[in-house]
């Protein structure tokens, strides 16, 4: 059946094109929240790259070791620039001021990945564009279920396929699973004979896969009430775990 229209890689382009050319307007861009807005967004497209939702997104073979370089020189650049973000008794805000090196070296990483992915037609035509949805942290779990309710062949809302199921059937069924697993996460009693590390893992994995359970039900229409009741299931553990 036919996928979901998805341009994420497109605009997690623009958005970088955008964040490579607003720092020409002056040094009081290029700070560390400058640094983790692109880290996040090449962080996203790095998984899009590995993990491809769409088939337009698919790199042809001969253009994947120089794209993939040219992602994965952004990532690391991008991540070193941080660093100081990262917590500890030396962490500092986000409005520091990088050094010059600093900056000028991810600014001519994102220039070689935007001219790469221009060069092999990867993601379509750009312009450089805001998107601040972009710049959310990278939750691995979530990008991974949302990839596997796609992969394979994603739905259309509306459509049938042969055994007459629509999207939202298909959804529908998805959730229940979703639900399933999350009232076994939270609820049941052989839970409390898991090793702590293995229990906070399958929780992640619960919360991850039933998020986007939630959303790919309520894309293909699905009723409000049961959107609620499965939203309030991560809420509720959300809430315990803190």
Known sequence: MAALKDDTVLRLL???AWLRDIVGSGPNQRTLGWARRVYNSAAHLQFRFVYPHQSQDRVAEPSQPVLAKAIE?????ASDAI???RGGAGAVGEGLALDVATARELCDALTVLLDTANKIGWGGVRAPKEDATLDRPLN?????AAWRRRHGGG??????????????????????KGIATA???????VMRKVPTSASEAFHAAADAYLTVDVEEFGRAGGDQLIQRFAAQLIHAHIRRAR
């Open 155 to 176: 739905t259309q809302a509306g459509r049938h396929d042969a055994s007459g199921s629509t999207a939202a059937d298909e959804a529908k069924a998805e959730l229940c």
């Open 183 to 189: 009232l076994v996460a939270n609820h049941s009693r």
């Open 83 to 85: 660093e100081l973000l």
């Open 140 to 144: 691995p779990l979530q990008l991974l």
């Open 14 to 16: 623009c958005h970088l």
């Open 73 to 77: 020189t952004v990532v690391g650049a």
